[in-house]
């Protein structure tokens, strides 16, 4: 073996962002990227209500986790191959996130508690409190995750490639819970495709309480995916309770969630946020893009919109492209008022948001972007000495 070769390999893995993600190329990012303009008070809203803000943008690859201290604004970031939903359990003070590329994973983070006493450490410093990866779950490409979330302290998600909601206990293997009854047959249930675009869950203390967004009601000509797929008004949320809709005539739903004891969901094709009324949904704000993504921060409902993918413009037939923006926005509960917007002029693709206490946790492991830089030494030591 040439030295040369030696050497190259030697210095091969050494890049934390790398080996978290199992991705050599992890640590670079265009900083354009992270770029952001505000408008109204963003920054003082999230230091109000005490939130760390986790965002996952997924065609970016990209985990951010956004905050602020001192009035000073707090972003940090995390790469991991296709981040869609988030699912935070306080109880065990543990975030999930799904991963869907093939094969699709589930990533668990816990917050660091300094750093262990190590002597070969001369002068550590304070690294906070950021999220930090301890387990990791791979499941079969065909899963196709969407969302995650915590019914009854068991970590629940969206199959959307088999149109069913699995339990993924902490210890066990993953199993089907419930699905649609449209997709039974005289054969029994139709797991073998991606028939509805099951994609959200607003989740309740049971699954019977809990209600899970589709783009269709039951099986029938082209599927979601297909860009034939005729999308307005074909989208739904069913009831976990009937396994049928409760709610017709949405247009790519996403993002079901409860909202000050109310059931709201994105209509994502119109840009919309709205909030249930019996069988209506009734548009609380409109926003600039493909809404994607809703949290309930304080008295506001953070949402997030998205640019529109060129190949699916048909699915947006409430939108103009053009005008579409990457962002997130606060909307006030009570009026359905926009009070602050932060947007990426270079962003994408807006999967999931979630509000942490930022007693929990502060942020992720990495504070800026990186190009060919190796990494901090900062961290190089977190990653080598973090005490969860």
């Known amino acids: 073996m040439t030295v040369a070769r030696f050497a190259a390999q030697h210095s091969e893995w050494r890049d934390p962002a790398s080996v978290v993600a199992q991705w ?27 939130t760390t803000l986790l965002v996952t943008r997924e065609y970016e690859h990209l985990v951010l986790a956004l905050g602020a201290a001192g009035g000073l604004p707090r972003s940090s970031l995390l790469r991991l191959p296709h981040p869609s939903g988030i699912a935070v359990d306080r109880a065990r003070g543990e975030v999930h996130i799904a991963s869907t590329r093939n094969p699709n994973a ?20 304070d690294p906070g409190r950021p999220l930090l990866p301890v387990a990791v779950r791979f499941l079969p490409g065909s899963t196709y995750l969407h969302d995650l ?79 034939a797929f005729p999308v307005d008004g074909r989208g739904v949320v069913f009831s976990g309770a009937s396994r049928a809709p409760a709610l017709h005539g949405l247009t790519r739903p996403h993002s079901p969630r409860f909202i000050a004891g109310q059931l709201w969901v994105d209509n994502s094709g119109y840009g919309t946020v709205c909030a249930a009324y019996g069988a209506r949904a009734e548009p609380v ?6 809404t994607r993504g809703l949290c309930e921060m304080g008295e506001y409902a953070i949402v997030g919109t998205s640019r529109v993918i ?42 999931a948001i979630e509000a942490l206490p930022a ?30």
Request: charged share 15%.
């Open 106 to 125: 589930i990533y668990t983070l816990r917050p660091a508690a300094g750093l262990l006493q190590r002597r070969d450490l001369e002068q550590p410093h």
């Open 310 to 351: 060129p190949r699916f413009a048909a699915y947006a037939p409430g939108l103009d492209p053009a005008k579409c923006v990457c962002g997130l926005h606060a909307v006030e509960i009570a009026t359905g008022r926009i009070a602050a917007s932060l947007v990426w002029p270079a962003g994408n693709q807006i999967f």
């Open 285 to 290: 704000a409109r926003l600039p893009g493909w």
């Open 359 to 388: 007693a929990l946790a502060d942020g992720l492991p990495f504070r800026a972007p990186r190009g060919a830089e190796p990494p901090s030494a900062a961290e190089r030591t977190l990653f080598y000495a973090w005490r969860p």
């Open 24 to 50: 050599a190329e992890a640590g670079a990012l265009d900083p354009a990227l992270l770029e952001a303009h505000v408008s109204g008070p963003w920054w003082e809203l999230l230091e109000a209500a005490g």
């Open 149 to 227: 979330a915590m019914l009854d302290g068991t970590l629940h998600a969206t199959a959307t490639g088999s149109n069913v909601i699995i339990e993924q206990p902490l210890d066990g293997a993953a199993r089907a819970v419930w699905w649609p009854a449209s997709i039974e047959g005289p054969a029994g249930p139709d797991f073998s495709l991606n028939h509805l675009q099951l994609n959200g869950i607003a989740a309740g203390p049971t699954l019977e309480a809990s209600f899970f967004t589709a783009s269709a009601a039951a099986p029938g000509g082209p599927r979601p995916g297909d860009p």
